[in-house]
């Protein structure tokens, strides 16, 4: 039997547990957040036992709260006192308009933070019950271990559904032929970190692009277990190989494309290119954008170094796939992301049905809040469906079907239509809109939230 000394359990280490855990901390209450990595068990994807580890990208995107959906949830997650947008912040990384970040260091600053938190005691255990009583967080993630999983399809009455989420290689900077390669940002829109010159990118003409492709669709994958064969893979994050099946062209007008990309030693846009992003601080590892895949690694080495600039390319690591599980949530959670059948039990994260780092925290975060107003006594509204919290919220506990429910990232598409004659005008009006919500928001609730301050 373990102490109840604490207020709530929180079910996972991730980037939604974590900022779940910060946020109760913060509020005064004391967190058992429980992590079963430390422990001796190990998911098929994660590399270590760091809190918030970042495993695909090391991109929260786009950085822009002005006309970008997930530039506008960054600005309200700080304006909540986000853990994880703190240390994004802390060990950010230059990378154009969007925020990349130092993964490594990220992991280990939010770790370091919830460790020194006197609220908070982190168990390195294995949970494959869902507890019977008390007030509980879920944030297990898609990586949700089988036994747990199990529990987590028996309480919601039908068992979880299932994608493939795909990890892109990455690459030793030194191994980088740069006669042949440059550094740039799009329409050379960098940060000032990297000096405006974000990535690296590998130039293609015509003849080497469709070269490439038809190594990348001649390239063996593997097979898939049985278990795996009909699991549908998540738009978002298709593998490189699925995307070239699609098409001769699709890569160019996807990961590939060149547009807004001089090539220094010609003055014009090459026919496709491939890009890379620093992925540490030290510069020394830079991830393929957009190249996740399931090809076998020899042959991911062999088709890769068929990129011009990446001929002698050696690979910190490489590509791969895994499963990720999701709840049906706009058929088993009420609008506070409380199980119907057992309300002391919140989900939170990519479990959820949300898609992005980002929005994994910030459905942590929500989840913590609703729980600080509920142990207050005050529970507390969900945020407003014009800000991108309560748009990202909306669609995974009500707004979506529940019998098409898959997993999505925030955008403005999930907000309130504004009335806006010209469609230049329509991003900033959502965001402008959505600051004003959620001000409203936090000031109407400020007995609830004595913490925050706008």
Same mark, same amino acid.
């Given at each position: 039997m373990r102490d109840r000394n604490y207020d709530v359990h929180i079910i996972g280490g991730g980037l939604a547990g974590s900022e779940a855990a910060w946020q109760l901390a913060e509020a005064g209450r004391r967190v058992r957040l429980s992590e079963m990595r430390g422990s001796g068990d190990m998911t098929a994807a994660h590399q270590g036992d760091g809190l918030a580890e970042m495993v695909c990208s090391n991109s929260f995107r786009s950085d822009d709260g002005d006309h970008n959906a997930v530039g506008l949830l960054h600005r309200e997650m700080r304006m909540l006192g986000s853990?994880?947008?703190?240390?994004?912040?802390?060990?950010?990384?230059?990378?154009?308009?969007?925020?990349?970040?130092?993964?490594?260091?990220?992991?280990?600053?939010?770790?370091?933070?919830?460790?020194? %938190?006197?609220n908070i005691n982190i168990v390195r255990e294995r949970i494959d019950i869902l507890p019977e009583s008390g007030p509980t967080i879920v944030a297990t993630g898609p990586l949700t271990a089988p036994r747990l999983a199990d529990a987590i399809g028996g309480a919601t009455g039908r068992d979880a559904l299932a994608f493939f989420d795909a990890i892109a290689p990455i690459v030793h900077r030194d191994s980088i032929d740069m006669d042949v390669a440059w550094m740039a940002s799009r329409w050379d829109k960098g940060s000032a970190l990297g000096d405006g010159k974000d990535y690296i990118n590998c130039p293609m003409d015509k003849p080497q692009y469709h070269a490439f492709v038809e190594e990348l669709l001649a390239a063996d994958t593997g097979d898939f277990r049985e278990w795996e064969k009909d699991t549908p893979y998540f738009e978002a994050c298709m593998p490189i190989e699925v995307m070239a099946s699609r098409g001769p062209e699709t890569l160019r007008f996807g990961p590939m494309k060149a547009v807004g990309l001089d090539n220094p030693r010609t003055g014009r846009w090459p026919y496709a290119v491939v890009q890379l992003r620093q992925d540490n601080r030290l510069g020394t590892l830079w991830n393929m954008v957009g190249f996740q895949t399931k090809l076998k690694y020899a042959e991911q080495t062999r088709v890769f170094r068929t990129i011009p600039g990446l001929e002698q390319a050696e690979f910190a690591?490489?590509?791969?796939?895994?499963?990720?599980?999701?709840?049906?949530?706009?058929?088993?959670?009420?609008?506070?992301?409380?199980?119907?059948?057992?309300? %002391?039990?919140?989900?939170?994260?990519?479990?959820?049905?949300?898609?992005?780092?980002v929005e994994s925290a910030a459905i942590?975060?929500?989840?913590?809040?609703?729980w600080i107003g509920d142990l207050r006594g005050s529970p507390l509204p969900p945020p407003p469906a014009d800000s991108a919290l309560g748009a990202l919220l909306g669609h995974i506990t009500h707004g979506a079907d529940s019998s098409q429910f898959q997993p999505?990232?925030?955008?403005?598409?999930?907000?309130?239509?504004?009335?806006?004659?010209?469609?230049?005008?329509?991003?900033?009006?959502?965001?402008?809109?959505?600051?004003?919500?959620?001000?409203?928001?936090?000031?109407?609730?400020?007995?609830?939230?004595?913490?925050i301050t706008v």
């Open positions: 853990l994880i947008m703190a240390a994004a912040d802390k060990h950010a990384l230059p990378a154009g308009s969007a925020l990349a970040v130092d993964r490594e260091a990220f992991s280990a600053e939010v770790t370091r933070r919830l460790h020194a %938190h006197p690591r490489l590509g791969g796939l895994h499963r990720n599980s999701f709840i049906r949530s706009p058929e088993v959670l009420d609008t506070r992301l409380a199980l119907h059948n057992q309300p %002391h039990i919140r989900f939170a994260g990519q479990i959820t049905g949300c898609e992005g780092y942590g975060l929500v989840s913590a809040l609703f999505m990232n925030v955008n403005f598409g999930l907000f309130p239509p504004v009335d806006v004659p010209k469609k230049a005008d329509r991003k900033l009006a959502y965001t402008r809109r959505a600051d004003a919500a959620l001000r409203g928001w936090i000031a109407e609730n400020a007995a609830t939230l004595p913490s």
